[in-house]
Structure formats: C-alpha cells, structure tokens
C-alpha cells in the first residue's frame, strides 16, 4: 500500500480510470473490481472525486457500458455503480465539474441502471 500523500498514491484515480477503459466488457470480474477500486479511492478524499469528475466522457462512457454489456451486471457491480456515482455526486465541485462536461453522466448512469434486467 501507497501512503495516501504520494504521487503515486494521487495518480491512482487516473490510472484507474485508464483501466477501466481498457477492459474487455465480457470480463465482469475486473469490471467490478474496477468499480470497487475506484468507488473506494474516491470515498478517501474530495480530491480523488474531482479527479474522477476531470476523468473525462471516456472514463465515465466506459463505466456506463460496463453496466449495458450483453450480459446483466450482477447485482453487487450495479450497487457499486450507485455507490461510486453517489460518492462522487456527494462533493458539490465533483458535481459542478461533472456538469461542466457535458453534463450527461448522471442521467446515463440513471438510464443504464433503469434499463438492466431485474435478477432475482
């Protein structure tokens, strides 16, 4: 484990969101872990959630199509999802930097949530 006052340790939200882009959507596991990753780097520091705000569409658009690949996300990955898009929205700058790029990215995460076959 990095110390939390690092670089390395700064640059963690970037490099996940790097990833997240990266993986194949067929792989629900790393997604997921993806998501936990990144939902608990956030929940360290208002800091990480406008790095993940200033992630930019294609971070944010590869979260959203991990929850609208062919096979429905589990329900743990789309509680992590809720979770993450929560924590971010919890600090009013995340928000404000989420809205100034584009704005689009709470209502996708609403819809792609809406849209998910209910599993029982």
Same mark, same amino acid.
């Given at each position: 484990?990095?110390?939390? !006052?690092t670089?390395?340790f700064? /640059?963690?939200?970037?490099?996940?969101?790097?990833?997240v882009?990266?993986? !194949?959507?067929?792989? *629900?596991?790393?997604? /997921?872990?993806c998501? !936990?990753?990144l939902?608990?780097?956030?929940q360290?520091? !208002?800091?990480n959630k406008?790095?993940?705000?200033? *992630?930019?569409?294609?971070?944010h658009?590869a979260?959203?199509?991990?929850?609208?690949?062919?096979d429905?996300p589990?329900l743990?990955?789309?509680? %992590?999802?809720?979770?993450?898009?929560?924590?971010?929205?919890?600090d009013?700058?995340?928000?404000?930097?989420l809205?100034?790029?584009g704005?689009? %990215?709470?209502?996708?995460?609403?819809d792609? %949530?809406?849209?998910?076959?209910?599993v029982?």
């Open positions: 484990l990095l110390p939390e !006052d670089p390395e700064k /640059s963690a939200v970037v490099i996940l969101c790097s990833n882009q990266g993986i !194949d959507i067929c792989d *629900a596991k790393a997604y /997921s872990s998501l !936990d990753a939902n608990t780097l956030c360290l520091s !208002d800091e406008r790095e993940f705000a200033n *992630a930019g569409n294609d971070c658009n979260v959203i199509r991990g929850l609208t690949r062919g429905p589990s743990e990955t789309q509680e %992590l999802a809720c979770q993450l898009f929560w924590c971010i929205t919890s009013r700058a995340a928000v404000s930097l809205s100034s790029n704005g689009l %990215l709470s209502r996708k995460i609403i792609a %949530l809406k849209n998910v076959p209910r029982k």
